[in-house]
């Protein structure tokens, strides 16, 4: 190990075992052709000065499983590729899917820094030309990438200017009268000890409940469950772009957060998708006679369980990113892979009411909010590194993703359109291959969009985009429930209650 490399962190290490080897995938789309010349003087600008994208991934011979990261020369030749394609192919949609597929079966090659780029110059459904961004997610977890890539660019409305990003809104607390006598001291000290046992026991449940989870306690079998090697089964990559303000209109009038409004939308969706399949199942087994209960083809009690990835670290700021890249400066400690896992359990059950899925996901947020489990899980994972090693700790990490059914996140964009290396972008379409898992859900907002990305095991889900089609006709069910119902604020029912 040489004196000027930087050791790679406990879970960068792990991502290099061969049953967790994970790589993102970003499709961006614009709304122009690309220059492809033009292109490649924005990343030798911006991303090329970034540490880890002109580093190597070396490891230590004197000590298997060590990994560290070696600055080196980067020739842009190598990591940026455009094919020669037909701009008036028949059915260009199909064919960014196909090749963006077939790349997920192409390992990355650690002679080099650990990315790639495919320029496919091909007008789809959302965009006038495709990018493909192919990353080893041991560089950086997916909150820190979209930051970088945000660094990366500029507002369309003011091109000097560094995009603007979504912020925590604290919330105001009421004044309240001053109750500083000794009823008011034991009431505060009542509250704090009962806030405390409740962290102390949801930590405790959840724990005990992740542990079963390595064991032995697997979710049901269904139609979108993998089985043991589904991390290497072939993967469909297909997104859905919705409207944000459906979903700022849900999350409103409900009072709750916008991922609340996404863990209620895909359990709706999935519920949709599930009941359609068990159905048409249960129609081929009766050999094509009519089911007169087709609504209610869903079994009873599914376990259905998402595992969500927690980013422990402050997400980097853009204009801290920026710095670097221009001054080539070192990360120091604000950049790597500081996860953890906890698990949410889903319902998949019909529900007359559908603004049910939404309260339900409101309610198993809250209650994950008062658990340390992240924590927990990060901390033991860090010591099972440690004590038994990577090969271990990735068995143990792959046992927790293979006995749960899919994996969902949700990640925050630039609050207005922005130009990226370059060329106007149209939207951002994030994805992960390589979990353990058949079905990967991730949702991205950019400007007013909303974009549903799915990862799909090809064998298992074979059109996703069936399963886009629930997720959006289960967005568009709530919105109309809820502005049906009067709870929009300004609308004409809400006045008259």
């Known amino acids: 190990m040489s004196l000027n490399d930087e050791p790679a962190s406990p879970t960068a290490r792990l991502m290099q075992a061969p049953s967790f080897n994970l790589c993102i995938f970003a499709l961006l789309g614009y709304s122009t052709k690309i220059d492809v010349n033009l292109f490649k003087k924005c990343l030798e600008q911006t991303l090329l000065k970034h540490p880890r994208f002109s580093s190597l991934l070396v490891v230590n011979d004197k000590k ?17 590729y455009v094919p020669d394609l037909d701009p008036d192919m028949e059915n260009p949609d199909e064919f960014v899917e196909d090749f963006t ?70 919330k105001q607390k009421q004044k309240q009268k001053p109750n500083s006598g000794l009823v008011g001291l034991m009431k505060r ?8 046992l409740v962290v ?26 993998g089985g043991r090697r589904v991390d290497r089964a072939p993967k469909r990559f297909v997104h859905r772009i919705v409207s944000l303000d459906d979903v700022q209109l849900v999350k409103n009038a409900m009072n709750v957060s916008i991922n609340d409004v996404v863990l209620g939308v895909a359990e709706a969706g999935l519920t949709r998708y599930l009941n359609r399949t068990y159905d048409a199942a249960q129609k081929h087994r009766e050999n094509g006679a009519q089911v007169m209960k087709k609504t209610r083809a869903l079994p009873r009690h599914l376990r259905l369980r998402s595992a969500v990835i927690f980013n422990l670290r402050p997400t980097p700021a853009i204009e801290d990113l920026a710095e670097i890249m221009e001054k080539e400066k070192e990360l120091n400690g604000m950049w790597g892979n500081l996860v953890a896992v906890v698990l949410l359990p889903m319902t998949i059950a019909l529900q007359d009411d559908p603004l049910k899925y939404v309260r339900r996901a409101k309610a198993t947020m809250d209650r994950k909010k008062l658990s340390l489990e992240s924590k927990v899980v990060f901390t033991g994972l860090k010591l099972l590194i440690k ?51 058949a079905l990967i859900i991730h949702c991205q907002t950019y400007a007013n969009k909303l974009i549903i990305c799915l990862a799909a095991d090809e064998n298992l889900i074979p059109n996703p985009h069936e399963l886009c089609d629930d997720l ?26």
Request: hydrophobic share 45%; net charge positive; glycine share 6%.
């Open 64 to 80: 298997p499983g060590k990994y560290s990261w070696r600055r080196t020369k980067v020739d842009l030749e190598n990591h940026v």
């Open 101 to 170: 597929s077939g790349l997920s079966r192409i390992p990355l090659d650690y002679a080099k820094p650990l990315w790639e780029v495919h320029i496919l110059n091909v007008k789809t459904s959302d965009a006038n030309s495709v990018v493909i961004f192919k990353v080893h997610h041991s560089m950086g977890d997916g909150v820190s990438m979209i930051s970088l890539v945000l660094a990366c660019s500029k507002k369309l409305s003011d091109p000097e200017s560094l995009p603007v990003m979504p912020s925590k809104k604290r």
């Open 189 to 196: 000290l009542f509250v704090s000890v009962w806030i405390i």
């Open 200 to 225: 102390i026991f949801n930590t405790l449940i959840d724990s005990a409940l992740f542990l079963a989870t390595i064991l032995f306690l697997k979710d049901s079998k269904t139609p979108i469950k």
């Open 387 to 437: 004590l038994f090693g990577i090969k271990t700790a990735a068995a143990v990490t792959s046992a927790v993703f293979r006995n749960t059914t899919f994996g969902i996140s949700n990640v925050a964009g630039p609050l207005e359109e922005i130009s990226l290396f370059g060329h106007p972008l149209c939207y951002i379409a994030p994805s992960v291959h390589g979990f353990p898992h």
């Open 472 to 497: 959006q006709k289960s967005l568009q069910i709530i919105k109309e429930t809820v502005i049906k119902r009067g709870l929009v604020k300004g609308s004409p029912l809400c006045e008259t209650v």
